[in-house]
């Protein structure tokens, strides 16, 4: 009798000192931060890809709409939560890499689990049908022929496609003058009312109007050509891949999450953006896959805020010591 108990004793303590299996997780809905409005890009990629990883997962998501503070206030509330898997972020690149060069907040990308990156936009830089250029390199001549003549509409000061525009005109001893608003939308508008010479912001907002005739994109601000823009370049074929500046969707969690339960949610998402009808979405909206997971995704991060950092420097934006 002794030697059954001391078995059943042996046999307990060995099951209630096992670790908690991923297998256990998901075991309840999980709640996916969105630091942006509803119904933004940000927005709509993630609760189509929600779709599929539910699937994937077993488990609904719940998306909260965090907006505020160029997405800062949505990424310090995910900083607090706790890292147990069920409070997950679902954002974009600029909240992480530059707005913490320009105001203080309570998080880094250090301090924050890198789960998963899924997909990737270039921004675009277009023009009014009759501007004097066909193609990115003619595009490119033609600011530096005339400098400080022309405008260009932009996210504002700090935003990520500013960044990327200036990077592109330093490098090519370009003049043009920036012309901040509140965003892709009201930057069309503004450039189809003839306000702005130059249309720069998200590729998707444009397309109707590309197809319409009523603009033409020349230049997309990554390193590979976008199929949904033909007409415009990539910097690769201009010679300077380098300068590549994108906006990035990733997946990021509380700092200490367990790495099981991370590999749970990136293994899921591979699966998830695999369906059809998500990759149709991405090329619609002018999107392809990009999956980068794990520390090759904090690195990811860690380059990108050297590199906005630096150049918010020269342009006398950076406010924080970030």
Same mark, same amino acid.
């Given at each position: 009798?002794?030697?059954?108990?001391?078995?059943?004793?042996?046999?307990?303590?060995?099951?209630?000192?096992?670790?908690?299996?991923?297998?256990?997780? @998901?075991?309840?809905?999980?709640?996916?931060? *969105?630091?942006?409005?509803?119904?933004? +890009?940000?927005?709509?990629?993630?609760?189509?890809?929600?779709?599929?990883?539910?699937?994937?997962?077993?488990?609904?998501?719940?998306?909260?709409?965090?907006?505020? +503070?160029?997405?800062?206030?949505?990424?310090?509330?995910?900083?607090?939560?706790?890292?147990?898997?069920?409070?997950?972020? !679902?954002?974009?690149?600029?909240?992480?890499?530059?707005?913490?060069?320009?105001?203080?907040?309570?998080?880094?990308?250090?301090?924050?689990? @890198?789960?998963?990156?899924?997909?990737?936009?270039?921004?675009?830089?277009?023009?009014?049908?009759?501007? @004097?250029?066909?193609?990115?390199?003619?595009?490119?001549?033609?600011?530096?022929?005339?400098?400080?003549?022309?405008?260009?509409?932009?996210?504002?000061?700090?935003?990520?496609?500013?960044?990327?525009?200036?990077?592109?005109?330093?490098?090519?001893?370009?003049?043009?003058?920036?012309? @901040?608003? +509140?965003?892709?939308?009201?930057?069309?508008?503004?450039?189809?009312?003839? $306000?702005?010479?130059?249309?720069?912001? !998200?590729?998707?907002?444009?397309?109707?109007? *590309?197809?319409?005739?009523?603009?033409?994109?020349?230049? *997309?601000? !990554?390193?590979?050509?976008?199929?949904?823009?033909?007409?415009? !370049?990539?910097?690769?074929?201009?010679?300077?891949?380098?300068?590549?500046?994108?906006?990035?969707?990733?997946?990021?969690?509380?700092?200490?999450?367990?790495?099981?339960?991370?590999?749970?949610?990136?293994?899921?998402?591979?699966?998830?953006?695999? $369906?059809?009808?998500?990759?149709?979405?991405?090329?619609?909206?002018?999107?392809?896959?990009?999956?980068?997971?794990?520390?090759?995704?904090?690195?990811?991060? $860690?380059?990108?805020?050297?590199?906005?950092?630096?150049?918010?420097?020269?342009?006398?934006?950076?406010?924080?010591?970030?």
């Amino acid at each position: 009798m002794k030697t059954l108990q001391l078995t059943s004793l042996v046999a307990l303590s060995a099951f209630t000192a096992m670790p908690v299996m991923a297998d256990d997780y @998901p075991n309840r809905p999980i709640e996916i931060i *969105v630091p942006a409005p509803a119904g933004g +890009g940000t927005d709509n990629v993630a609760r189509m890809l929600n779709q599929y990883l539910q699937e994937e997962l077993g488990e609904s998501l719940a998306v909260l709409n965090v907006a505020g +503070g160029g997405g800062a206030i949505g990424v310090n509330q995910i900083a607090r939560a706790k890292p147990d898997g069920y409070t997950l972020l !679902s954002t974009w690149n600029s909240p992480i890499t530059t707005v913490p060069h320009m105001q203080r907040v309570q998080y880094s990308y250090e301090t924050l689990t @890198p789960i998963t990156s899924t997909s990737q936009s270039a921004y675009t830089m277009c023009v009014a049908p009759d501007f @004097p250029a066909e193609t990115g390199e003619e595009f490119l001549a033609e600011l530096q022929k005339n400098p400080g003549q022309y405008t260009y509409g932009n996210d504002g000061v700090g935003g990520t496609m500013r960044l990327a525009a200036e990077r592109i005109f330093e490098a090519y001893d370009i003049e043009a003058r920036p012309i @901040p608003f +509140g965003g892709a939308g009201e930057t069309l508008q503004n450039f189809l009312g003839g $306000h702005v010479d130059i249309y720069g912001g !998200s590729i998707t907002p444009a397309l109707p109007y *590309v197809e319409d005739g009523k603009a033409k994109c020349l230049l *997309v601000t !990554s390193a590979d050509d976008n199929e949904a823009l033909p007409q415009a !370049s990539g910097l690769a074929a201009l010679g300077h891949p380098e300068l590549e500046t994108v906006l990035w969707r990733m997946m990021l969690a509380p700092e200490g999450m367990d790495e099981q339960r991370v590999n749970v949610i990136a293994d899921a998402v591979a699966s998830a953006v695999e $369906h059809p009808e998500f990759q149709a979405f991405l090329t619609s909206q002018g999107e392809t896959l990009n999956l980068v997971r794990g520390e090759e995704l904090r690195e990811r991060l $860690h380059q990108e805020t050297v590199a906005i950092g630096e150049t918010l420097e020269k342009l006398g934006l950076r406010k924080t010591n970030s």
